[in-house]
């Protein structure tokens, strides 16, 4: 369908068993998002891309552990244990994901400064990626989302897409989370209430 992609997010290593910041059963969903990828009209693929020492990891804050969170001046920001580092091993795809079909890679997370959960938006909620011009250019208005993590950066693009006016479905079975503190369920709720289907 002409007016329809598929974006699938953040299917790294890093985010995969045996990964810097592993979701568990990640890599169980790549068979699912490949199928999903075969039968998409269009494919846009999102890329974490961190600079070494990125504001986001706990290690560029002394004392301060992963998964605690900080204050930044665009809000509260959850500290990761180093990941998706440019260059590194754990940022490129899972090598079992057939990622060549994708026309576009979306790389997030490159500002030292900021974190980027969304592929549409970085945590600041006002600093685009250029991904919702691009669509738009395009023709394409219905969006279906798979990857990683379903409560973060699939959840937050989903959000983000539903208020700039796409049509958003998420396969959930094509995700896994991370749940820190009920944040999959919290998340999941968040995505009905704007309007995102849940397949």
């Known amino acids: 369908m002409a007016d329809a ?15 810097r910041l592993a979701v568990a059963g990640g890599d169980e969903i790549v068979p699912l998002v490949n199928r999903l990828i075969a039968k998409a009209g269009h494919v846009v693929l999102t890329q974490d891309w961190h600079p070494a020492g990125h504001s986001s990891f706990a290690s560029s804050h002394p004392g ?3 998964f605690s969170t900080i204050q930044m001046p665009y809000g509260p920001q959850t500290l990761w244990p180093d990941h998706c580092v440019q260059g590194s091993e754990g940022a490129a795809f899972h090598p079992g994901l057939e990622w060549t079909k994708a026309e576009l890679v979306v790389r997030k997370g490159f500002r030292k400064a900021i974190d980027s959960y969304s592929a549409f938006f ?3 909620h006002t600093t685009p990626t250029g991904l919702g011009g691009y669509l738009r250019e395009r023709g394409i208005g219905r969006l279906t989302l798979a990857g990683l993590a379903t409560d973060f950066c699939v959840a937050y693009s989903a959000l983000d897409a539903a208020k700039l006016g796409f049509e958003v479905t998420v396969v ?28």
Request: hydrophobic share 45%.
């Open 64 to 66: 301060k552990e992963p």
């Open 122 to 124: 970085e945590n600041d």
């Open 172 to 199: 959930m079975d094509a995700c896994r989370a991370i749940d820190l503190g009920g944040s999959l369920a919290a998340m999941t709720e968040k995505m009905k209430d704007a309007g995102v289907r849940i397949a």
């Open 5 to 19: 992609a598929l974006i699938v997010i953040d299917v790294q290593n890093d985010f995969c068993p045996g990964g």
